[in-house]
């Protein structure tokens, strides 16, 4: 039996080593058809929670190839199995859908049809790559060793206030566990690194984003009569500056971390002292501990120097935040690096990591994951506006690269598993 065995295995070709040439082929011949999906996503974005539209699409053409769909998930997502023909493990790739409440000023064909909405971030790419990713693992189904599941995610940028969403919503509704999602891969497009480059780290790559609320309370009164009342404003400011001591004064300097008061509102007239100041900022750290620490002296901090200047002050933070991403190293070294360096050759960077967030680490509560950047800058056609910006644009010519990498990344993961 043993025997018989180890001959089928000597006689049966690599069958798990990933067929680089074809899914370059493939990738190359459907390059159009996806330049068309992500054009089409682009002209009618939507928003969070609410990509009807987006969600349907993806459905209809998961069917079409042939995969089993799940939808909606998480209220407007979609989940698509491919079983291989071969059996191994179970591997997912997952591209956000939703825009952002933007209007568009960029002078394309395709521009936003959507007043006040435009994917200003990409996520079209994402799904239109994704789409791509499933055409081609779906054409070579019967020599995959094990399963993909795609994961198309509504609400990465935040559901709309009082509703759930996102990467958590879906990790509750069960995305990844029948099949058993044993690793995620997932990558974002933006001007970070250049067309034809793929930005990569084994540990944090981004940050975590916690928004907070500030509420101080002040006893309104005659602008020339403080003493009188309980002026607000310069508690406010004291807060701010006290907040700014807890990152360069209270954690190790070795850690990234930053502490932004976006908003601040307080007050109705020149003469009045306010009775109320309220302020928004957000915090943003690649650590899970450094996260936890900061929140703890932010809420000491703001409750002590109300109280000095007697008066009470409220920290609230507004959601559950995001958590740093941070790479599986041993993911991102045995398996994700090997993978990008075949598609992007040199163009495969290690990069720095960012302050920026996402909410693809809530996918890695149960399964160890890996996310890149895919490099969609070109100076040479003008496009290099960040992400979240009315201006904001991809190289084209990078989505038939992020295609190939998805594949040759899921097919890695599966190949290497015995
Ligand atoms: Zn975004
Ligand atoms: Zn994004």
Partial sequence: MQLLALALLAAAPAASATPDADIRAAAERIAPAVVAVRRDLHAHPELSNREERTGHLVAER???????????????????????????????????????????????PFRSRVKGVMHACGHDAHTAMLLGAAEVLAGLKPRLPGTVVFLFQPAEEGAPEG???????????????????????GLHVGSWVSVGQAGWTDGPIFASSDSFRIEVEGKTVHGAQPHMGLDPIPVAAAIVQALQLV?????????????????????????????????????????????????????????????????????RFLDDGNP???????????????????????????????????????????????????????????????????????????????????????????????
């Fill in 163 to 185: 509703e759930e969403g996102g990467a958590p919503l879906m990790v509750k509704e069960g995305a990844l566990d029948h099949p058993k999602v044993e690793a995620v891969f």
């Fill in 62 to 108: 998961l069917r079409d190839l042939g995969l089993e769909v799940r939808y909606p998930v998480a209220k407007t997502g979609v989940v698509g199995i491919l079983r291989g023909g071969r059996p191994g493990g179970v591997v997912a790739l997952r591209a956000d859908m939703d825009a952002l409440p933007l209007d568009e000023t960029n002078d394309l």
């Fill in 247 to 315: 990152v360069s004064r209270q954690v190790d300097g070795r850690q990234p971390r930053v502490l932004t008061i976006g908003r601040i509102e307080g007050g109705t007239r020149f003469n009045i002292i306010a009775g109320r100041v309220t302020m928004d900022g957000t915090l943003r750290t690649h650590d899970a501990t450094v996260r936890a620490d900061i929140k703890s002296r932010m809420a000491r901090t703001v409750k002590g120097v109300a109280e000095a200047h007697g008066t009470t002050a409220t920290l």
């Fill in 324 to 418: 740093p991403t941070v790479n599986d190293r041993a993911l991102a070294q045995e398996v994700a690096f090997p993978a990008l360096q075949r598609v992007f050759g040199a163009g495969a960077l290690r990069v720095e990591p960012q302050m920026v967030a996402e909410d693809f680490p809530f996918f890695g509560e149960k399964a160890p994951y890996f996310y890149f950047l895919l490099g969609t800058r070109n100076d040479a056609k003008g496009i290099g506006s960040v992400n979240h910006t009315a201006t904001f644009d991809v190289d084209e010519d990078a989505l038939p690269l992020g295609v190939r990498a998805l594949a040759t990344l899921a097919w890695d993961f599966l190949g290497r598993k015995k």
